[in-house]
């Protein structure tokens, strides 16, 4: 662009100058051929009037060069200039300056000719004798005789060159000034052209490196105005073109990210292109480190690998289920979709979904079916046996009739109670009974189940105690609340010794802390201890699944279905509670179960 300016300014200079040298030439030459001219016109003048005033004599040039060399002098001293006479025939007869019989014929001057052929003639010469440039006006004495004799004056010219020179001088000085005045000018205007120029050459080159917010501030209605206009509209036009596209990209990366799902690209080549956080923690990869890589540097398992090649190669949809170990273990379910581009095959893209928790739900459906059927087996298969045994005969035995129908009569009792849990625990499993909350005073609401259980303690020799502060509330379920807590009360004391203990203590908590009197609080924690046998420390973590018992036997004599504590999680879960447990075989067991204060 600086050239651009440099080389318009060169230009126009150049443009100036030449017109500026034009102009003095033909100023300077107007100017001499004026004063010439003006000279000129002086001398004919003076000439004619020297003729008006003196004799022209005729006679041989011998009689006649003292007169005229006489007069010549004489004018000389009048016009201040050389005078000359010639005859016709070129002779000069009389000059002011020279001795006329030592000067040679002037004829052929150049005035001399020019005067006999238009009456006047003008010559400009150097004077070898002088040594200055003169001018020469030559006229016939008569122009009606042409060679009838030639009067010339001569004048230096010195006065005129040197006004001449002065002349130019100040020409010259002042076509200078003219010129510098001129060059500043053409500088300012040859910027202001290009200084747009270069203006919207920059903001040009900052949109191609992708600032789509630069703009072009130039004004005017002139072609540049015009293209600052297009250049902004242009500018307008990327800008809300990326932002459209910017929009699309993040709204795509913020889908692929949220999906439940791993997605991962892969090109024909076989380098992953796009990979989302689901597929990452998956795969216990990073996206920064392989994308753009090859598949195969990713250091997955062979059967992936091997998924991926075949997908690459057959170009067709592939589906597998895969485990993986790495980082943990899950089912994978994998599906390998051929990406076609104008159709061309473009790589592979690979679905991946967790399906661990549906096949484990899948499972634990069906064991739950055969669970079931298990238990509802069992007291099916006793009544059945000890009536067939009556109806044998053992009726007609009063007393094995009578423990035999007791077998019965508990057994159906069992029945009915795990009938009871089953359709109880499916009720709630599917929400089907509406909580209905309400405050409760914890200290007297868990003294009256107490109360409700204090038969079966007795009968143990076990003591219930309970540490609760009255006036401690909790948002809850009555009807629910009291479901837990008889629940959890009945296990402990099932599953501890005669003679043991069963503690219940209730503690508002803040946060993680316990608070003191009179201080807020959000949640309830009830913890139920027992000096009981105590949980293996592998059975913990599934006591709270259905059916699951640590020792069947020995559950199934103390009547329970197993499904109590299936029914407690449930139930603390709808009251957007929690529940933990530890326990030491042998020491017993504590329960704690946490529950907000509101709902
Ligand atoms: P059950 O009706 O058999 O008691 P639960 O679901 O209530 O069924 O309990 C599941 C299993 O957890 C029980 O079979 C028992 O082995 C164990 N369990 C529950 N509570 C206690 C406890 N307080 N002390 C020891 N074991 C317990």
């Given at each position: 662009m600086n050239s651009f300016r440099t080389r318009l300014t060169i230009i126009m200079i150049t443009l100036i100058g030449l017109s500026v040298l034009a102009a003095g030439l033909f100023m300077g030459k107007t100017f001499k051929n004026n004063h010439l001219d003006a000279l000129q016109d002086n001398m004919v003048r003076e000439m004619r009037i020297i003729l008006d005033q003196m004799e022209w004599r005729d006679g041989t040039p011998e009689e006649l060069y003292g007169y005229y060399t006489q007069e010549a002098q004489r004018l000389k001293k009048i016009t201040d200039s050389r005078v000359t006479f010639i005859n016709g025939s070129g002779v000069v007869l009389g000059d002011s300056d020279h001795d006329p019989e030592t000067m040679d014929n002037h004829l052929q001057r150049a005035e001399v000719q020019e005067a006999e052929k238009s009456g006047v003639g003008r010559s400009i010469r150097r004077s070898d004798t002088i040594d200055q440039n003169l001018l020469y006006v030559a006229m016939l004495v008569d122009p009606k005789q042409p060679d009838a004799g030639i009067i010339r004056l001569s004048l230096s010219l010195k006065e005129v060159d040197e006004s001449i020179t002065r002349i130019w001088t100040t020409l010259l000085v002042g076509l200078l000034i003219l010129f510098v005045v001129a060059v500043f000018i053409s500088f300012r205007v040859a910027r202001g052209l290009t200084r747009p120029l270069e203006q919207i050459t920059r903001v040009s080159k900052r949109i191609k490196n992708l600032d789509y917010r630069a703009r072009v501030s130039v004004k005017g209605h002139d072609e540049i105005g015009e293209l600052g206009l297009a250049i902004n509209a242009m500018a307008d036009g990327l800008q809300v073109q990326m932002e459209r596209i910017h929009q699309n990209e993040s709204q795509l990366a913020s889908v692929l990210d949220n999906m439940i799902d791993g997605v991962m690209m892969i090109d024909r080549d076989g380098s992953i292109v796009l990979m989302n956080r689901c597929a990452e923690e998956m795969l216990g990869i990073s996206s920064k480190e392989l994308v753009g890589r090859h598949y195969l540097e990713a250091k997955q398992q062979y059967e992936l690998l091997q998924i991926i090649q075949d997908g690459l190669e057959r170009k067709e949809h592939l589906r597998e289920e895969i485990t993986f170990y790495f980082p943990e273990e899950r089912l994978l379910d994998l599906n390998l979709v051929p990406i076609f581009q104008d159709e061309e095959f473009g790589g592979v893209l690979l679905v991946l979904q967790d399906v661990s928790a549906i096949r484990r739900l899948e499972r634990m459906r069906s064991e739950f079916v055969a669970n079931v059927s298990h238990e509802l087996k069992t007291p099916i298969t006793a009544v059945k046996g000890f009536a067939e045994t009556l109806l044998g005969g053992?009726?007609?035995d009063p007393e094995t009739a009578r423990s035999f129908l007791q077998i019965i009569f508990d057994e159906s009792d069992r029945l009915n109670r795990l009938i009871g849990d089953i359709l109880e625990l499916s009720k709630i499993e599917s929400r089907r009974i509406p909580l209905q909350f309400s405050p409760v005073e914890l200290s007297s609401f868990i003294d009256k189940s107490i109360k409700l259980m204090s038969a079966e303690a007795a009968r143990k020799h076990i003591v219930v105690s309970l540490k609760a502060e009255p006036g401690i509330y909790a948002e809850a379920d009555e009807d629910r609340l009291r479901q837990i807590i008889m629940n959890l009360l009945a296990n402990g004391i099932s599953y501890t010794p005669e003679g043991g203990h069963v503690t219940i203590v209730v503690r508002p908590v803040a946060g993680t802390r316990y608070v003191s009197d009179g201080e807020d609080y959000d949640h309830i924690r009830i913890s139920i201890s027992d000096s009981g046998i105590g949980i293996p420390k592998k059975d913990l973590p599934r006591i709270f699944e259905r059916f699951y018992r640590v020792d069947k036997a020995r559950s199934r004599g103390s009547?329970?279905?197993?499904?109590g504590l299936s029914i407690v999680k449930h139930l603390v879960e709808l009251h957007k509670g929690s529940i933990t447990v530890e326990s030491t075989v042998g020491v017993g067991s504590t329960f704690t179960i946490v529950l907000p204060v509101l709902q």
């Open positions: 053992a009726v007609d009547g329970g279905t197993g499904l």
